[in-house]
Each structure stands twice: as structure tokens, then as C-alpha cells.
């Protein structure tokens, strides 16, 4: 196991004990509610966006432990945005993390209510969190929010909603996946750099590092989604709807994984020396098979 696998193992047990410590609830009339949370948030997620979070801090000289209530968050915003995409009037999904999607086993109501309950915890956990200053506070906050609203996640929801089908083209396939998915990659990053302090060049290479990784990601989940096997993904497939295969069919999709992740390891040289975990991590994501 090389250093970065141990790491990623080590920032998992980390995360998911905050987590639980995070999402505890004693009030009985709530524990429905509190199943349908938990079923989502501890299904086996790799939790990549804490991991990122973690390794940028080393960039700055930022601990852990003035980060994990930020990385808290990152994970419950990505959690809450599964459970509400998998709806019936949103993607539809039925299968998540290679169980039955969380409105399959909880409802509708019990799942939208669930969601909305982890994005506000998300907020909630930063503003009260004792390791970081006022101003350091309002700044992640204020990032987390413009990345879920309407310029973000749910922007590029409405988008994917409306405007995604088979005659999809390449800029509104750019808009979708910039703010559906590689945005809240980024934010995971950017915050750690806001705690620790970068200047405005280090946050705009991870911002450029983050955003093509998270379309070189999501290039391969729609790649997944065509050649993929359901039981090694965990969810459904075949539910591309104009995605990157169906714009760019599938051996140029290949061929852009590769480009946007060199795009991501050239914006990351201005770290020259400390940036040997973000070529790694880069890799392992391009490696992914589920």
C-alpha cells in the first residue's frame, strides 16, 4: 500500500467517526429520518472531496484538525446532491453505491427531506466550528453556498433537466458538468487553500486542477455508464442523456480523459515539489473502474 492509499484509508475512518459525531440525534420522533441520512451518508463512499481537502491543506501547512469539520461538510453537500439526484422528477436513479437508492427504500418526501437536512448540517458545522476564525468562517460558507446555488449545483441540475438530450451540445455539456459536477471538486479544494491562506495564483491552479480532474471524472462515468457493469459501478446505467458519450462517442471521450487530466497536472507545476499526492490522486481517478 503506497502513502496515499494509507492516507486514504486513514482520512475515511477520520471522516466517517466526525461524521456520525456530526449527524447524532437522540429526539425518537426523528428516527426515520435520521435512517434515511445515515443510509446515504455511510453507503461506502470513497470520500474523495474531504481526501482532496486534506492533501491541499498539506500544501499550506494546514492540519487536519483545522480541516475535517470543513471536509465534514464537502461530504455531506455531496451526499445530499446524490440523494436529491436519484429522485423520480430529477435523474431517476434507482441504484446507488450498489444498493437501492435512498427515495426506493424511504419515499420521496422522507429522501428530499433527508437531503435538505445534510446541505443546511453542512453550513451549520462550518459556522460553529471552533478551529477556524470569523472571517476564515464566512469565507468557506460563503464559497460552499455559491457552489450549491443557483449558480452551482442547482443551476447545473436545471440545466442537465432541461436542456440535456440527445442533441446536447458541447457548451451546455460544459455548463452541466462544470457546476453539477466538477464544482463541488474544486470548492473541496479551494476551501482548504482559503484556510490556509493561499494567494490568489495557488487557488486559481487548483481551480483549474480541480475542474478538469472533475471532468475527466465524470467523462468516465458516462464512459462507465456504456461499457460499464452494474454491479462493479453500484448504480444504474444506461442513463446517459447526453452526456459526453453520446456528444462525443466513445473513443474521443477516451481521448479527453487523458487531455483535461494533463490539463489538471500542468495547472498544479506552480507546486512543483510538494504536488507529488495531486499527480497520484489524479491518476487514481483515472484508473477508476466504479
Known amino acids: 500500500m503506497n502513502d496515499l492509499q494509507e492516507q486514504i484509508v486513514g482520512a475515511k475512518k477520520i471522516i466517517d ?28 463512499g470513497k470520500r474523495v472531496r474531504p481526501l482532496f481537502c486534506f492533501l491541499v491543506g498539506e500544501l499550506f501547512g494546514v492540519p487536519k484538525e483545522k480541516l475535517i469539520t470543513t471536509a465534514c461538510a464537502l461530504e455531506m453537500i455531496h451526499t445530499s446532491s446524490l440523494i436529491m439526484d436519484d429522485l423520480p422528477h430529477m435523474d431517476d436513479g434507482k441504484v446507488r453505491r450498489g444498493k437501492p437508492a435512498n427515495h426506493m427504500v424511504f419515499g420521496q418526501d422522507v429522501s428530499a427531506l433527508a437531503s435538505i437536512g445534510l446541505l443546511t448540517r453542512a453550513y451549520e458545522i462550518v459556522l460553529n466550528d471552533p478551529e477556524l476564525p470569523d472571517d476564515k468562517k464566512t469565507k468557506v460558507v460563503s464559497r460552499l453556498a455559491r457552489t450549491v446555488g443557483i449558480n452551482g449545483l442547482v443551476g447545473g441540475q436545471f440545466v442537465d433537466l432541461k ?73 444504474s446505467l444506461n ?23 494533463d490539463k489538471a497536472l500542468t495547472a498544479i507545476e506552480i507546486f512543483k515539489g510538494k504536488n507529488e499526492k495531486l499527480i497520484v490522486l489524479a491518476h487514481m481517478l483515472l484508473k477508476r473502474k466504479a
Not at 165 to 192: M, P, Q, R, W
Not at 214 to 227: C, K, P, W
Not at 249 to 259: F, I, W
Request: negative net charge.
Open 239 to 261: 442513463n446517459d442523456k447526453g452526456g459526453f458519450v453520446t456528444v462525443y462517442g466513445v473513443e474521443k471521450s477516451k481521448h479527453l480523459v487523458q487531455e483535461y487530466t
Open 163 to 235: 436542456f440535456s438530450n440527445e442533441e446536447t451540445d458541447a457548451a451546455t455539456l460544459d455548463y452541466i458538468h462544470t457546476y453539477k459536477t466538477a464544482s463541488l471538486f474544486a470548492s473541496s479544494g479551494v476551501t482548504a487553500a482559503i484556510i490556509g491562506d493561499a494567494n490568489d495564483a495557488e487557488i486559481s491552479a487548483l481551480e483549474t486542477y480541480a475542474k478538469n480532474l472533475g471532468f475527466a471524472f465524470q467523462i468516465l462515468d458516462d464512459l462507465l455508464d456504456v461499457e460499464g457493469n452494474s454491479e462493479d459501478v453500484g448504480k
Open 17 to 44: 467517526s466526525k461524521l456520525a459525531e456530526f449527524m447524532e440525534n437522540n429526539e425518537p420522533l426523528l428516527n426515520v429520518l435520521q435512517e434515511s441520512v445515515n443510509y446515504s451518508l455511510f453507503s461506502g
